[in-house]
Nanobody, 123 residues
């Protein structure tokens, strides 16, 4: 199983980015996907998650209303649309798959992780 995250970059505060996570090696309808992030000197934190069907999603309070998670199972891809970015959103963003599970805001639930993609937001 492999997860490939992409779409990071540098933007100014108020800007937008869309991250993508492609999962290979397991059927698209068998896993939930979560996004996590880790800022320099801080612990990893939950950002958002979506169930295998895409019908349920949930968010950290810090990104609620600004970020949107979605998925296209025909492309085995999950997206994280990030709008109204703030400097405090600067971090390495990771996607993870919870195989046969509903997803969670707890990283330990996820069996598979991708390499991160760096998001830098300048003021």
């Amino acid at each position: 199983v492999q997860l490939q995250a992409s779409g990071g970059g540098s933007v100014q505060a108020g800007g937008s980015l869309r991250l993508s996570c492609v999962v290979s090696g397991i059927p698209s309808d068998s896993y939930a996907v979560g996004w996590f992030r880790q800022a320099p000197g801080k612990e990893r934190e939950f950002v958002a998650a979506v169930t295998w069907s895409g019908r349920q999603s949930y968010y950290a309070e810090s990104v609620q209303g600004r970020f949107t998670i979605s998925r296209d199972n025909t492309k085995s891809t999950t997206y994280l649309q990030m709008d109204s970015l703030k400097p405090e959103d600067t971090a390495v963003y990771y996607c993870a798959a919870d195989w046969r599970g509903p997803g969670s805001n707890t990283g330990a639930v996820y069996e598979y992780w991708g390499h991160g993609t760096l998001v830098t937001v300048s003021s």
